[in-house]
C-alpha cells in the first residue's frame, strides 16, 4: 500500500483551525497575566533615584552608615538594597565591597527579567501562530469548494474570512505583549544602570 504525505498532511490540517484559536487565547491569557505580574512588581520595588542618591551620598559622606542602612531598608529597590549589601561590607575592603555588590546586581537582573521572554516569544511567534491557523482555514475553504463545486465562490469566501480570524488573533496576542516586553526592557536596562551608578558611588566614597 503506497504511503501518500499529502492525504496523510491535508487530513491534519481538515481537522480545522479551531484549536489554532484556542491556543492563541491560552497564549494571551499568558500574557496578560504576565503584563500585570511585571506592572505590579516594578510598581512595587520603584523609587525616586534622584532623591535617594542624593541623600545616601550624604549619608555616607557624613559617615553616617547606620543612617544610610536604615534609609535603604525603607525601599525593596534594586538601587537601595545594592548600597546596603555594599554597607554590610563597609568594614571590608572597597574590592570586597565591589565584588559582592557586583554579585548582587547579576542576582537581581533575574528577578528583573523574570516573566520577559514570554513576552518576547509571544510577541514574535503569536503572529505566526495565527497565519498557521489562517492557512489551514484556507486549505479547509479550498477543501470544501472541491467537494461543493455548486457552492461557488460563496463557499471559498465564507471559509477564507473565519480563517483569517486566526491572523487577527495572532496580531492581537503579539501587539501588546511586544508593547510591554519594550516597555518592561527599558524599565530593566535603568534600574541596572541606576544600580550600577549607585555602586560606583559607594566604592568611590569607601576608597578614600
Known amino acids: 500500500m503506497d504511503f501518500n504525505i499529502v492525504e496523510k498532511l491535508l487530513a491534519i490540517t481538515l481537522l480545522g483551525s479551531e484549536w489554532v ?3 492563541l487565547m491560552i497564549l494571551s491569557v499568558v500574557s496578560v497575566a504576565v503584563i500585570i505580574e511585571r506592572a505590579v512588581f516594578f510598581s512595587r ?3 525616586d ?3 535617594f542618591s542624593h541623600e545616601i551620598t550624604k549619608k555616607i559622606i557624613d559617615q553616617d552608615i547606620e543612617g544610610a542602612k536604615q534609609l535603604c531598608q525603607e525601599s525593596p529597590a534594586i538601587e537601595s538594597q545594592i548600597v546596603l549589601r555594599g554597607l554590610d561590607y563597609a568594614s571590608k575592603s572597597p574590592e570586597a565591597m565591589d565584588q559582592s555588590m557586583s554579585s548582587y546586581i547579576v542576582g537581581e537582573r533575574q528577578k528583573l527579567d523574570h516573566g520577559l521572554v514570554i513576552l518576547g516569544t509571544l510577541g514574535n511567534n503569536a503572529p505566526f501562530i495565527g497565519l498557521f491557523g489562517t492557512v489551514i482555514g484556507i486549505i479547509q475553504a479550498f477543501n470544501d ?4 463545486p455548486a ?3 460563496s463557499v471559498v469566501m465564507a471559509g477564507i474570512s473565519e480563517a483569517l480570524v486566526a ?3 495572532g496580531l492581537l496576542v503579539a501587539i501588546p505583549a511586544v508593547i510591554a516586553y519594550n516597555g518592561y526592557q527599558r524599565l530593566v536596562k535603568r534600574r541596572i544602570s541606576n544600580a550600577e551608578a549607585m555602586k560606583r558611588i559607594v566604592v568611590a566614597q569607601f576608597s578614600k
Open 145 to 148: 469548494l472541491a467537494n461543493n
Open 151 to 153: 457552492g461557488g465562490p
Open 45 to 47: 520595588t520603584k523609587l
Open 49 to 51: 533615584f534622584s532623591r
Open 167 to 169: 491572523t487577527a488573533v
Open 21 to 23: 484559536l484556542w491556543m
